[in-house]
């Protein structure tokens, strides 16, 4: 298999684990929601070893993505959420996964779908 | 921050609750902030951490959400909400309130409803009926608010809803929270069930003892008659056997109140109670005391005490009304008798009776409420051990250490400190050497209370005397029996009304698309019945507690937003419940009536033989 055959294929593996990722941040923010903090903190632990593996596999496939996906742009979110984990905010942890690490997942999701979609 | 507006919430929440919120502005730890989409959050400093009350970005959204996860209410649900914050989950839940659900809102931080007062009008809430914005952290005052919306009509319809993360910010006062609202279920939930249990008990009482209720005393004979004199409240915990004794320095110059299990113990150290108070309407009660039963020291009892006791006894009697029968005691004697908070053990209704008889200070002994040294009781009273099986709570002792106790007594000891709260111009002395802290009273012991507080010779048992003796009664057995006959035949007819309001609504349990013409005609049966309520209060108190039994039943509690279908369902329902119930109560209560009737005849015939006889 060449580079870009091999490129195209983690790229097609991005598309569904980002789609995986989405349901998690929904499911994390449903439970800071409902009062379940246990369970969205255990969420939020794995959307962010999540979001580290999906970064670096963008930055690897960055060539052969037709749009290709920014992704400095989550690293003022994870800031935020950096600071509303250390002041154990259950708000700030909600809002910050809402609205803005989700509304960036799914656009890269979207840019990723482009690119398979070829 | 509008001044006026945060002035005019300022003004209007100092009426309801005369707390000052602007007074705890400047030291405030709550700063407002602009969201995302320029509404306002709270930012808030709570232990070096800062954290939002709100989301920073959608606010709205938020309370939006707060309201979907309502489910299961109806127009007489009581919300209790955890965090107020700005308000806007509030200003969404009142969307979805009828003007009968009682609102509670507790806000822990007065600087966050200080801000909530700077961006809103809440006047409007605040003048809303049924509506209280708690704020701070003080459990005993929360304690009082929740008094005044949870009764046991709605004790089985809370809802409790923490708001954001104020359940974690604040976790320590809402466990507090959770506590009391436990504590008035289980408070509540006793009571509604000893009512309910002890329903059919109470009516036998009540009619058997009527006869020595239309001609003995009332509890009002008593009112405030033993103002400042100290009352010593004997209850057979395990440390009452350690200090008993010294009751005897009290002679005249205070007033003994026994219960029935404490009796044989004070007659055994030859100490002679000024009261015996008998609450209880089961058979317990009588056997408690039985081999002292035929007693004459007078009896403070309820009309619906045990009949047995009330009949075994050789002395004079006090009655206590009860709110459910009332209008049957106003019937009958066409006195004033009044209702005493009386709580759920003897000790809980001593107390209550020893306030209103004016009495300050109040002394404990054998108040354990606590498995002192193993023990349920003194061993004079009957001691029992604990056994394994003995559900435990530990609370705290009188010396700071922990004891146990059980959730019985604990919920009289609940009772207790919040009568203690309510009655604050008294003192009250824990005088039982031992067992679990009673919150209100001062410790010391039974000799250093005595010594203190019994200075002079009151003559308790000369006015005593002097009470019964001007408030007796004279022969009126044929007046009694003209209202026992009257009662009877209202009760007749209140039966035949209702065994044709069940017969209909039973038939329309079956009957497809009921509309509202069908609950027109329902309705009937009750005008009907609402016409003999009016004109007969002994009937107005049979029937009123079974309308109100009826109505306080979630089943028949109108749901928000029912449908049309949904609503005749439930009222035909309803009358069904209601007719059942008030036909079967009505033959019920008339066999006691006829029986009470047949017994007077038999001492009128005895009476009127013993005149023509002399």
């Known amino acids: ?118 | 921050m509008s001044y006026s507006l945060y002035e005019k919430n300022i003004q209007e929440y100092m009426k309801r609750t005369g707390k000052n919120i602007r007074a705890y502005e400047k030291n405030s730890n709550a700063v407002l902030e602009k969201t995302k989409d320029n509404y306002y959050t709270v930012k808030i400093n709570e232990s070096g951490r800062e954290v939002y009350i709100h989301s920073k970005y959608s606010p709205i959204k938020e309370a939006e959400r707060f309201v979907e996860k309502l489910e299961d209410y109806n127009i007489k649900t009581v919300f209790i909400v955890y965090g107020m914050g700005l308000g806007y989950h509030i200003l969404e839940l009142i969307k979805y309130l009828h003007k009968e659900n009682p609102l509670i809102i507790i806000e822990p931080n007065e600087g966050v409803l200080s801000k909530a007062f700077s961006i809103y009008d809440w006047t409007p809430l605040l003048r809303r009926d049924k509506t209280y914005i708690f704020t701070g952290t003080n459990a005993n005052a929360l304690k009082l608010v929740l008094g005044e919306f949870i009764d046991i009509s709605n004790v089985e319809n809370l809802m409790l809803l923490p708001f954001s993360q104020y359940h974690k910010i604040y976790s320590v006062f809402y466990e507090k929270v959770i506590e009391e609202v436990k504590n008035y279920f289980s408070l509540f939930k006793i009571s509604k069930n000893t009512k309910e249990h002890f329903w059919e008990q109470f009516n036998k009482n009540f009619f058997n003892n009527l006869h020595s209720i239309f001609y003995q005393r009332s509890i009002n004979d008593l009112k405030n008659q033993f103002k400042n004199v100290p009352a010593f409240i004997v209850s057979a915990g395990p440390s009452l056997d350690k200090n008993v004794k010294e009751l005897k320095n009290v002679k005249d110059k205070g007033i003994i109140f026994s219960g029935g299990r404490t009796l044989p113990t004070l007659l055994n150290h030859n100490i002679e109670p000024h009261f015996v108070v008998s609450m209880d309407p089961g058979i317990a009660a009588y056997h408690v005391l039985k081999d002292c039963a035929d007693h004459k020291f007078p009896l403070i009892t309820t009309v619906v005490s045990n009949d047995t006791v009330i009949s075994e006894h050789q002395g004079d009697v006090f009655y206590i009304s009860n709110s459910e029968y009332r209008g049957l005691v106003q019937y009958f004697t066409q006195r004033d008798m009044d209702i005493l908070p009386l709580g759920a053990s003897v000790a809980n209704a001593s107390l209550a009776i020893a306030v209103y008889l004016g009495c300050n200070p109040i002394i404990f002994l054998g108040q354990d409420l606590a498995y002192t040294d193993g023990k349920h009781h003194a061993d004079s009273c009957g001691g029992t051990t604990l056994k394994e099986d003995d559900d435990l709570i530990e609370v705290e002792g009188i010396d700071g250490n922990k004891v146990f106790t059980n959730s019985v007594w604990h919920t009289f000891l609940m009772w207790m400190e919040k009568f203690i709260i309510h009655n604050p111009n008294k003192t009250y002395i824990d005088a039982t050497e031992g067992g679990a802290k009673i919150h209100g009273t001062d410790i010391m012991t039974l000799r250093q209370a005595i010594e203190k507080y019994c200075l002079k010779n009151e003559f308790i048992q000369d006015k005593i005397n002097t009470i019964i003796k001007a408030k007796k009664i004279g022969y009126q057995d044929e007046k009694l029996q003209r209202l026992l006959m009257n009662l009877k035949v209202d009760l007749e007819k209140v039966h035949k009304i209702s065994s044709q309001g069940f017969k209909e609504a039973h038939q329309l349990l079956n009957k497809e698309n009921t509309d509202e013409k069908d609950i027109r005609r329902l309705n009937l049966f009750e005008t009907q019945l609402n016409d003999l309520i009016k004109r007969n209060e002994a009937v107005a108190d049979i029937l009123l507690r079974i309308i109100n039994d009826i109505d306080t039943n979630n089943e028949f509690i109108e749901k928000m937003n029912e449908s049309k279908e949904e609503k005749c369902r439930r009222l035909i329902n309803r009358n069904v419940a209601l007719h059942k119930k008030i036909e079967d109560t009505a033959f019920n209560i008339n066999k006691l009536v006829q029986s009470v009737i047949d017994q007077d005849i038999e001492i009128i015939k005895i009476f009127q033989c013993s005149i023509s006889f002399v």
């Open chain 1, 1 to 118: 298999m060449n580079q870009r055959a091999e490129k195209m294929e983690v790229i097609q593996t991005l598309v569904e684990y980002t789609g995986r990722l989405i349901n998690g941040i929904n499911e994390a923010v449903d439970s800071f929601h409902e009062g379940m903090e246990g369970k969205g903190m255990d969420l939020v632990v794995q959307i962010i070893d999540g979001l580290k593996w999906t970064m670096e596999a963008i930055t690897l496939t960055l060539d052969a993505q037709v749009e290709p996906v920014d992704v400095s742009e989550i690293i003022e979110p994870l800031n935020a959420m950096i600071e509303a984990l250390e002041n154990i905010d259950y708000v700030l942890i909600g809002d910050v996964l809402e609205y803005e690490i989700l509304p960036k997942v799914e656009e890269w999701n979207q840019k990723l779908n482009l690119t398979i979609g070829e």
